[in-house]
């Protein structure tokens, strides 16, 4: 029996940090699901966390878990299959090191994650995104930050991660012209700020907290802010633009709304797929193309590119093929 234990410390602190250059959100994410994963077997087999052993942990107690978390802890599919694929890439990492746990290896390897649908995104129109702007107290210190953040989010299309993520040195200073976002699976880009956005920055930037922290924006305890502490400050400020953008109140706007915003925007201003997917880090036009399916001047264009065909109504007289003729004999016994 191979224990289990030493092999994900491994994993976790070493290899995708260290082998897979995984971002540290990579790393909580895959942290929490073991964590999970781990309760749930110690307590369906009574053993001690400290005392798993690999071979223990099949297909079908890994299957149970990922039913376990949708059913008694409400995780959407989507979440079941984040779940998967962190356990996947563990057993892929145990295959060499470890060859007495192919097999159970391979029983990971083969649960198939669960299909999903695949909704319309989420996105602001623009008077909603003005009033969610204009919403910030430009006369306080948070308000000024959080007006800088909610601009960057949407002008350049940041992930909380990357907007969270930012350093000093990541901002041309001092003219704030040009930001440098490292995005998901290390791909670098650099983006051009409106003036607008190189305004408002440098509103925060004149009133930052100076200390030894290079993070560009810092809580009210001169620390990094989080990704739910921007979420939170995100949901304050929708109440606030409720109030002159009624129709607010009835979407769910998280922090990747701005983004998805920004993609949509940036699709209805040059129709061009593949500018949006350099602006936001794609590493493929695969992935945004879920932008072309919410844009209605692309369906419009698509209509106006031909006219309707026109279609002969026809009729079935007679069977001249042989093998549809034995068909229709066949059919009248």
């Given amino acids: 029996m191979t224990a289990f234990a030493p092999h994900l410390s491994t994993y976790l602190l070493e290899h995708l940090p260290r082998d897979r250059g995984a971002s540290r959100h990579t790393v909580d994410s895959y942290a929490y ?8 077997a110690a307590k369906r087999l009574k053993v001690r966390p400290s005392d798993l052993q690999i071979e223990q942990l099949d297909g079908g107690l890994i299957l149970d878990f990922l039913d376990h978390i949708e059913s008694d802890r409400a995780n959407t599919p989507r979440t079941r299959n984040a779940r998967l694929a962190a356990i996947r890439s ?23 994650a669960k299909r999903v649908e695949q909704p ?5 129109t623009r008077a909603e995104l003005q009033a969610l702007l204009d919403a910030p107290d430009r006369r306080t210190r948070s308000g000024v930050r959080d007006r800088a953040m909610l601009h960057l989010a949407y002008a350049c299309g940041l992930r909380v991660s990357e ?34 956005t190189q305004a408002v920055l440098r509103d925060w930037m004149r009133i930052r907290p100076q200390g030894q922290d290079r993070a560009v924006f810092l809580n009210a305890r001169g620390e990094p802010i989080g990704r739910h502490g921007f979420a939170s400050r995100l949901a304050k400020h929708i109440k606030t633009a409720q109030r002159s953008a009624p129709s607010l109140a009835r979407k769910k706007v998280t922090p990747h709304v701005l983004r998805h915003t920004c993609a949509v925007h940036t699709l209805e201003a040059t129709g061009d797929i593949r500018r949006v997917a350099l602006w936001l880090g794609h590493s493929s036009v695969t992935s945004t193309e ?13 209509l106006d590119a031909g006219a309707a065909p026109q279609i002969r109504k026809g009729t079935f007289t007679g069977v001249s093929d042989r093998l549809l003729a034995m068909l229709e004999a066949a059919h009248a016994r």
């Fill in 290 to 302: 879920i932008y072309l399916r919410i844009d209605p001047t692309e369906k419009l264009d698509i």
């Fill in 90 to 112: 563990f057993f892929r990492f145990l295959e060499y090191r470890a060859p007495a746990c192919l097999n159970v290896a391979m029983q990971a390897q083969a649960i198939p």
């Fill in 33 to 40: 699901t073991f964590q999970l994963l781990v309760g749930f």
């Fill in 120 to 124: 319309l995104v989420d996105y602001l």
């Fill in 163 to 196: 907007l969270t993520g930012l350093q000093l040195e990541d901002v041309n200073q001092p003219a704030t012209d040009v930001i440098h976002v490292m995005g998901k699976g290390r791909r670098e880009r650099v983006l051009p700020l409106w003036k607008e």
